[in-house]
């Protein structure tokens, strides 16, 4: 019975929790498709200009509730330049994590983003050691543009760096970094990510 009103309770506060979020990107400047749902709160950090797009029926998991695994912080999604621009495509699903974009980062349909996945094409610092505290020169920062494709499964805890693309239906294993592209229709993991099977197509 308890259990049953808490359910009930927890349904009403997501409805009006999720009302409240979309309103809240939508006025950071965050573009909206159609039947987003957020659970929790994502973190913001938008450079003027720059663009981030969520398509129809994208789901962000910014709280554990509903996540196997348990998220170690909510979603957060910064564009660093004018020109950044994060696209997610239809029926993604992303829970915690986080996107850092300088440049380009594109999700494909019907991809899965695990918990606490970094997604970053950029790497944040230079690397150049001269002035490296404060340095935030586009020349100096690095950006290569993330793409990764159509139903693409990301397992807990993967790290993606600059200018790295994933083909479509491929699955990262969890905790991997991937630092070079990764084809279509396989099993990639490790340190760096290599494949490690074949799927069939
Ligand atoms: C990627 C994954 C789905 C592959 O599963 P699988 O096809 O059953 O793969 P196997 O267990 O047969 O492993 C094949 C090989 O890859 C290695 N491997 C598998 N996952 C790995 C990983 N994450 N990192 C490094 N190596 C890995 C295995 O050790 C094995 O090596 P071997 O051939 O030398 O023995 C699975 O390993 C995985 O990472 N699952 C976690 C998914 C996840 O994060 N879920 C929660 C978020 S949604």
Do not use: Q
Request: hydrophobic content about 40%; proline content about 2%; charged content about 20%.
């Amino acid at each position: 019975m308890l259990f049953k009103i808490m359910n009930k309770i927890l349904f009403y506060w997501d409805l009006f929790s999720n009302y409240f979020v979309l309103y809240f990107l939508r006025h950071a400047g965050v573009t909206l498709k159609k039947n987003i749902k957020c659970y929790g709160m994502p973190l913001l950090s938008i450079k003027k200009g720059s663009k981030i797009k969520i398509g129809n029926n994208v789901v962000l998991r910014s709280i554990s509730r509903g996540n196997a695994i348990g998220i170690n912080h909510r979603i957060i999604l910064t564009t660093h330049t004018s020109h950044a621009h994060i696209e997610i495509g239809d029926h993604v699903g992303i829970s915690g994590g986080s996107i850092c974009c300088r440049k380009r980062i594109n999700i494909g349909d019907y991809t899965l983003v695990g918990a606490n996945v970094v997604i970053a094409d950029n790497d944040m610092h230079a690397v150049k050691s001269e002035n490296r505290r404060y340095n935030n020169n586009d020349l100096d920062i690095p950006a290569r543009e993330i793409c990764i494709g159509k139903n693409v499964w990301i397992g807990a805890d993967v790290f993606i760096c600059k200018g790295v693309s994933i083909g479509d239906n491929s699955v990262i294993g969890a905790m991997s970094v991937v630092s070079k592209s990764i084809p279509s229709d396989c099993i990639a993991a490790g340190n760096p990510a290599k494949v490690i099977k074949k799927l069939p197509s």
